[in-house]
Every structure is written in C-alpha cells, then in structure tokens.
C-alpha cells in the first residue's frame, strides 16, 4: 500500500465537513427558507392590503367631492411599505419565535423518543394516548395523591415510560412487530387514562400547581431565560440524546439494529435489550411532552392529544428519518418539528384557514420524503 | 508430512459424529471434517446435501443432536452465534451480513465497541478497523465511508475484516463469489491466501467446482446428510467430485437433441437502454437456444430488462412474433414471451405466497368462471408442474420461501410453462442451484427447443443469459458475448471455444 492511500484512509474526515454534506444542513436551511418565506409573504400580504384599503378611501374621498391636494391628508391612510415591514417584524420578533419554540416543545420531546424508535427500525403509534395519560396522573397525584408538584411530575412521566417499556417488552417477548404492539398499546393507554380520570377531565387547584404552570408560559421581555424553561429543557435533552446517539454504544447499537438487526444480533448486540430501552425511551420522552401540555392546559385530560402521534412522526420523518430503520437524526427530527409549527404560525397569521395548513403540511411531509429518496438514489 | 493423529484432535478445528434431525428427515448423519490451520477445507455438495445444516452446528446457530468438536484440541460447544464468534469462529454469509447504514469502521467493531462508561472510544476503534483492512489493500475500504455506497465485493472484505478483527480461527465462507465480478474473486482469492499463511483454518463452501479446485487444499463431499468422501484436491478431478455429489455419474449433463430452426419469432437491431445495452442485435428462431454470455456488470440482464419493458429502450427495433416497438411486461406476457428474473428471492417469487399462487400468477384466467379463481383448479394446474419437473414440496399451498432454492428455481420456470409462452428469456436460469436442478433444467430447455409433434407442442425458442460458459456451450446452439453493454457477433457453439468467447468477454482483441 502505498502511503497516500495509508494517509487517505487515516485522514479524519472532520464531524463539520461531515455535517456540512450531511442532510440536515439542507433541512436547517429548508427550515430558514421557509421561515423566511413567510416573512416576506407576511410583509407583502400586510402592504397589499393596505394599498386596497387606501384605495378604497381614496375613492370614497373623491366620490365625497374632497379635492385631490386633500385626500392624500386624510389620517386613515397608512403606509403601505411601512405596514408590511411591521408585520414581517411582527413574525420576526422575539414574541413570535418564542411562541414558535413554545408550540413546538410537546412535538419535539415525543419527537426525540420517536426519532430512537424509528431508527430502531420500530414505530410507536401509542404516543398521543401516552401524553394524555401522563396529563392524566399528574393532575390525579397532584389533586387526589396530594403529592408536590416534583412528585407528581415524575410520576406522570414514570407512568409513561412504564407503558413504553411494556411496549417495549411486547414487542420482543411476543415477536410482534410494533406498529400493532402499539396500536394496540395506544387504546389500552387512552382506556386507562379515561378510567383513572374516570371519563372526565382532572382539574386540578391553582395553589396545588406552584411552578407547573411555568414550565412552558411565556418569558417577560427582558427576562435573562430568553425562552421558558420546558424549551430550555427540549434542547438540553435533545442535546443530549443526539450525542447518546452518536457516541455511545447504546446509540450505535440502535442503529445497528435499524440497519440490519441479524446481523446485529450476530455480532452480539443484545437486540432484544435495546429495544426495551428504546421504547422505554420512547415512553419517557412522550410523557415528558405530556408534563409540558400539562403545564399549558394545568389540566389532566384524557381525551387530549389524540392523533398526536401522527405529527411526532412527520416530524421524524421529515427530518430524514427512515421508517425502515437505520436512519435518522435528532436535529433533523426537531428541524422537522418546527418546520410543522412554522407552517402553522405563518399560515395563522396570514389568515389563511386551517385547512389550507393542513394541505400544506400534508405536502411537505411527502415532498420532504421524496426529495430525501431522489438524493440516496442520486448517491447510489 | 507425517499425518496427524486423529484422536488427539490436533486439528484447529475438528467435528466428529455429529447428528442432526428435523422432525423425521436427518439433515445429518454422523457426519465428520477437520481441518487444519493453516489449511481451506472445501465443503461440497447439492443443495439439501447438509452443509448449510453442519455450519450451522458450528457456528452456534442449531444444536447437534450429537457429536463433538473441538478447536486446536479444546472441546468447543458454542450455545448460540456469538459464543461462537467469541471462541473465533466466523462465518461469512452468502447474503451479507453488514449494517448498511454505519460505516467501515463501525461495521468492524460491531458488538465489540471499546467503551468507557458506555462511550465508544472512537480513536481505537479507527485505529482497529484500519489495522484489520489495512492487509487488504483496497482503497474504496475507507474507514469511515458507509457501508452501503461500497461494491458488494468490498462489502464482503468488510465482514472478513470483522472476522479478523474479533481474532478468528476458523473463518467459514459460504458460497463467497456467488456475487462477485471476476476481478473479485480474484482478489478474494489472493485473500484467502493471505489468511492460509497467518494459519487460518478456511472451510469454503461453493458450487462451483472450478473454484474449488482452484483454491482448496482438501475437499469433504456430503451428500443426503452424510459424508461421501474426503480427498487431496490434487488427487481427484472435478469428474469424480461431481459423481460422489450427485451419487451417480453425470455423463450427460447437457443433452441435445437434433433441434431445427424454425421462423425469426424475436429480432432486435441496435437496441439501447437507458445506460445498457449500447449496442444490441439479434435474432432467435423457434427451435433454437440462444446463449449471452459476458461478464457481471456487461448489460445482459438490462438487455433482458428492456426486451420485456422492465427497463426503458432508448432507440433501437425489436420484435416479438408479429409486435413491433417496445412493451410493457403486461404486453409482452399477452404477446407470448416470458422473463425468468435472475433474483429470484427479490423479484422472481412472491416468497410468501404458495407454490400455486406462484405457478399461476402471471395468468389468472380460465380457473373459474367469470374471472373467478376457484383454488381448486389452480392447485391441479399447479400440481401438473409439482410433478412434471420434480419440486419438492408438500403441496400446491406451501409459500415457496420454506423450498430450497433449487425447488423455488423450478417453481419460477413452472410459472413460464404453465403460461406456455413461445419465446423463454432465462436470465441465470442456474444461479445458486444444485446440480440435480441444474440437470432438470437443461434436460427441459432441450426439451422446449426442439418441441414434440406426437404430444403436438410446437418447439419454443429459448434465450439464456448465464456467466458460466461451459453452461453456454453446453445448452445453445448460438453464443455471443456481452462487452461493456455492447453485444457481440453471434457464433455457433461448433465453431467457437471457451477461450475465444472470454477474450470477447473481456474486451480483448480478437486475435485470427
């Protein structure tokens, strides 16, 4: 061998060169792109209403007999350029990307168990159900057990991982595959969440709460925490994980396992083990976003989340993960995430009906998708 | 060299009276090899003949029922494929078994990640894959390119790079050059011989007789689960190994009839694909078996592809009977042509469906009435084939994924004929068969060429793609070779041999 190819196959390729070919750079900037679309088609849309709304008084005006040097006075008329820019700054201001990073909190930590489940090569569809029983026993040991806020914090959580890892062990005990583990698991979990709040919702006294309704209200301007803590906490964690993800053996095996799970169990990964944990995972993760609804509704809700599921994974999915397992990534998961809430604030604010947003995420989920297929098959 | 003593169990590996049962058939019967290190003991033999059965008992994956082994001389009884991974025993699968997604390097170290609290040390574990690709000398195994981007002859070396990694002694290879180009067996080969000096103990598992002569030191045949013989490679020839596999002399392996050529029924002129084939004419007869031969990569499957609308034709003429112009499969099977697909697993079979469901799929009428589909009906049409070409299975309604692939081969041929197309295209109509398989099926394209007017079947017109030559010149009357998508001139098998056709092949100049 000669010793450039030696130095070629020692030369390290850095993680940032890496990562700047990587896929999720595309997404982070797909992610900017479309943030700024709506900036821009905020900006537009504020101008031209305006301009049609000066024309109309103009018109009036004139049909009023005021003569053309006066109308331009009249104090109903507004700029056009200006009031566009106010509402581009509007959807640019801090206001409104903490309300985006807000939205996106109760997606994003499902997402981040998700994006584990899905690398794993399993899906978890019993997600919504699950945030909805961690509201549930919450609210019920906070108002029922009497329990401090921690307390029951963790409890509603705990309850969520308990359910994953039961999936978990479901799935590898029995040899199910887990699309009908979990299926099955989402109407178990919505049963008892309905059964310990017996059919209702659990509200709970304000003076029980203490902090946990913070988790996720709104930051004073000025406040050094810039975004509520839950958003602090998402990132910590998804930190967190992406590099569990990366580094450790754990993650590596879950990928392993997405990738070919034979030839895993051959080389003598404890497939059956990881996956437990990565439900388990799953479980934890989707009641942590069940404690942030909590903290925004302070409510235990049984009926709450339903379908939620079905966002954690386009968000997933969007973010370039594989549901054939082997791929994926948390960044691209959380980019995914708020690609769905950006579409949403900006369609809310350009007054555009709900519908019409739902088409468009229905849209960009599959483009996401087909564009991510059209560049492995450029790769091969 | 003295021989060593059979008793003390010197060897690097040895397996004695081991036995295996399934329900009532014995996959094994006290059946016995040793090898030694440094040493590739080639294993052989049919499909069904208990190889497969026996290294799954070394490598941990089933339990013998009884017998012993030993590794240089320590009793070895591994409980699952990881203990005997550990214990260095390694096999490489036919189908790889990579992780396509994660890289060279993770791909080596897989299971055995050096950790601290759980957190791989990622230095070493560079350091390790380098050192155990480094002997390979193959620039395309960078440690961290992905897996899947590489050649599937460099994705082997990967999971013997794994094999070397974890310290094995015995390394198993399980028909290793079924996917291989030329160039990678050959360097496979130079490999293998690598490992012989650092004192591996090899046991090569393969078809091809020509392999195994070429790189074996000793040959263990097995044949129903026992052991026919052991030999010296150089003392026997590939004559006597064929005969001990199939228990009874092959003198005629490729029998030819007087066949005579009948009417054009498919003509093609300068025919390109979307990549493959450049450059492509031909014309087959009714009666006639038209051989394509060339190597891996050559365009004679894509050329397949595009006759039967699989693949785009990009300019060109072809003709089936009295259609013209390029079709869609739909098409071409009305118009009387059928494709035997060279990946029978992916594409030839629905794995999961029956025998029946198999034989019948490509036309679904005239089992009921109304397009209905009475199964019954079906099942008779299916077991007309079942018996006619000898498929081994327990009936009409078994899935063709639990038949060997000898029987899955006959299967997908069962469905052409039971179409009873005119013109057969056989892309590796013999690809991982055994030979009694192989034998049917150049028993049966004979057959279909030249027809029988007392039976009143009219004779058909075959077109086989195949790399193996010695298959070509054995079943066609007219070969030509495939070169970097260009097909070549048309010979008489008569009047072209073996080593003509590989200078072709290879894209050598013809030397007159």
């Known amino acids: 061998m000669t010793s450039e190819q030696i130095e070629s196959i020692t030369s390290e390729r850095t993680p940032l060169k890496a990562w700047l070919q990587g896929s999720s750079i595309k997404l982070v900037m797909a992610l900017v792109g479309i943030f700024f679309f709506f900036v821009v088609a905020i900006g537009i849309q504020h101008g031209v209403k305006t301009r049609a709304a000066n024309q109309r008084i103009l018109a009036e005006l004139a049909e009023e007999g005021v003569p053309e040097a006066e109308r331009a006075k009249d104090s109903r008329l507004e700029d056009a350029w200006l009031n566009g820019w106010f509402a581009s700054n509007r959807f640019l201001g801090r206001r409104n990307l903490e309300t985006i990073a807000r939205q996106t909190t109760i997606v994003g930590m499902a997402a981040l168990g998700m994006t584990l489940v899905i690398i794993s090569g399993g899906i978890d569809l019993s997600v919504g159900s699950v945030v909805a029983l961690s509201t549930v026993v919450i609210a019920w040991l906070l108002q029922d057990g009497g329990l401090g806020p921690l307390t029951a914090a963790l409890g509603g959580v705990a309850a969520a991982a308990f359910f994953g890892f039961l999936s978990g062990v479901l799935i590898t005990r029995l040899r199910v595959v887990p699309f009908i583990v979990t299926l099955g698991m989402m109407l178990v979990v919505r049963g008892a969440a309905k059964g310990i709040g017996r059919e209702q919702k659990i509200n709970v006294e304000v003076d029980r709460l203490r902090w946990l309704d913070e988790l996720l209200a709104s930051v004073p301007k000025g406040h050094w925490m810039l975004v509520p803590i839950g958003v602090w906490l998402l990132l910590v964690l998804a930190i967190g994980v992406a590099l569990m993800l990366r580094y450790t053996r754990l993650g590596r095996h879950i990928f392993a396992i997405g990738s070919n799970e034979e030839t895993a169990r051959l080389c003598g990964v404890g497939v059956e083990r990881v996956k437990v944990i990565v439900f388990a995972l799953g479980g934890l993760f989707a009641g942590l976003g069940g404690l942030m609804q909590f903290s925004r509704l302070t409510v235990g809700d049984p009926t709450v989340a339903v379908g939620l599921e079905l966002d954690v994974i386009a968000a997933v999915v969007i973010g370039g993960g594989s549901l054939a397992g082997g791929e994926g990534s948390i960044l691209g998961s959380i980019v995914g995430a708020l690609i769905m809430t950006v579409i949403a604030s900006g369609c809310t604010q350009m007054g555009l009906p709900n519908w019409v947003q739902e088409i468009i995420t229905g849209v960009i989920i599959v483009v996401a998708v087909a564009l991510d297929r059209l560049r492995h098959r450029r790769a091969d | ?512």
């Not at chain 2, 005579?260 to 009666?287: T, W």
């Open chain 2, 1 to 512: 060299m003295a021989e060593r003593v059979d008793s003390d169990h010197s060897a690097r590996l040895e397996m004695q009276g081991v036995c295996k049962r399934f329900g009532a058939t014995i996959a094994l019967d006290e059946v016995g090899i040793r090898v030694s290190s440094g040493e590739v003991l080639a294993l052989v033999g049919e499909n069904g003949a208990g190889k497969s059965t026996l290294m799954k008992v070394l490598s941990g994956a089933i339990k013998a029922d009884k017998g012993l082994m030993w590794l240089d001389g320590v009793s070895y009884r591994p409980a699952n494929p990881l203990e005997a991974r550990r214990a260095g025993v390694a096999m490489i699968y036919q189908e790889l078994s990579l992780t396509p997604h994660l890289s060279v390097q993770e791909n080596i170290m897989l299971g055995m990640e050096p950790a601290t609290l759980g957190v791989v040390r990622w230095k070493e574990v560079r350091r390790r894959a380098v050192d155990a690709v480094r002997e390979f000398d193959n620039p395309e195994l960078r440690p961290d390119a992905q897996v899947s981007t590489l050649s599937v002859g460099s994705q082997q070396l990967v999971e013997i790079a794994r094999a070397l990694a974890i310290g094995c002694r015995v390394l198993v290879l399980d028909e290793p050059t079924s996917s291989l180009t030329q160039q990678d067996v050959d360097r496979l080969f130079e490999i293998i011989g690598r490992l012989k000096k650092q004192g591996k103990a090899i046991v090569y598992i393969s078809h091809f007789i020509e392999e195994v002569k070429r790189v074996a030191d000793r040959v263990t045949v097995l044949r129903d689960g026992r052991v026919v013989g052991t030999s010296e490679i150089q003392a026997i020839s590939t004559d006597q190994i064929v005969a001990m596999m199939v228990g009874r002399q092959v003198d005629e392996l490729y029998p030819r009839s007087s066949r005579r050529a009948g009417e054009v029924v498919l003509e093609i002129e300068d025919l390109a694909g979307a990549e493959k084939p450049i450059c492509a004419s031909l014309e087959l007869h009714r009666g006639e078996v038209l051989g394509i031969g060339g190597l891996v990569g050559a365009g004679r499957t894509e050329l397949l592809r595009s006759l039967f609308g699989l693949a785009p034709v990009r300019s060109g003429k072809i003709r089936l009977g009295v259609y013209t112009g390029p079709a869609s499969p739909v098409r071409r099977w009305l118009q009387g042509a059928g494709l035997l697909s060279e990946d029978r697993k992916a594409e030839g079979l629905a794995l999961s469906l029956s025998v029946a469901e198999n034989i019948t799929l490509s036309k679904l009428s005239g089992f009921g009435p109304l397009g209905v589909v009475l199964p019954g009906r079906q099942d008779r049409a299916a077991y007309r084939w079942i018996e006619k070409l000898g498929i081994r299975c327990r009936g009409p309604r078994q899935p063709v994924q639990s038949l060997s692939g000898g029987n899955q081969q006959r299967v997908a041929l069962a469905r052409l004929l039971q179409h009873d197309v005119d013109v057969f295209l056989l892309d590796e109509p013999t690809r991982g068969i055994d030979v009694a398989a192989k034998a049917l099926i150049y028993r049966l394209i004979d057959d279909l060429a030249t027809g029988s007017p007392a039976e009143g079947r009219k004779p058909k017109a075959v077109l086989i793609v195949s790399s193996y030559l010695p298959e070509l010149m054995g079943v066609c009357d007219r070969v030509a070779v495939m070169c970097r998508g260009r097909l070549g001139p048309m010979h008489r098998v008569e009047e072209v041999d073996e080593h003509k056709l590989m200078l072709e092949a290879t894209g050598q100049e013809v030397r007159s």
